[in-house]
């Protein structure tokens, strides 16, 4: 009876180990990971500033300055990738091109309903993120951010 105790006890420990295991994991990537890559660009501004005053100590004056040019460089690196989608899409569609060239007429249709179903489920993140749907004072302003629609000032040396 007590080597059944025994075994029964490992097998506990070791269950319990496991489920701890995978949900700390699972907390970890919903709370670290997603926040900084699939949130809107303002969680990951937080996400940065935040890890930049926990590891470098900022002063409240440091993250003000901070906090403005993490807003600048979001806004900047938006308008670079907008103005560079159009032009993915036409190399985008001339591969897809292509690519057709290779295939039957059977794997055509079947390759067009793929790229349709993907298009179909596939949220258009990009040209209506949630910081467009919602406005961008949904969350709060990173310290020493410019308000929505202000442009800010440019930095000298």
Known sequence: MKRWKIFVGI????TLGVLSGVLGTGLFIKHQILEFRGGAPFMR????MRRLTN?????????????AILADMRTRHQDFFQSRRSE?????????????KELTAKQQEKLDRLLEKFRRH???????PPHRRYGTMAHPPLPGAPPPG???KPRGP
Not at 45 to 48: G, I, K
Not at 122 to 128: A, Q
């Open 11 to 14: 097998f506990l420990v070791f």
């Open 45 to 48: 501004d937080r996400f940065l």
């Open 55 to 67: 590891e470098l100590n900022l002063t409240v004056g440091q993250q003000e300055k901070i906090g």
């Open 88 to 100: 993915m899409t036409k190399i985008i569609n001339n591969e897809l091109a292509v690519i057709k």
């Open 122 to 128: 596939r949220p258009r993140f990009h040209e209506n």
């Open 150 to 152: 202000r442009e800010s």
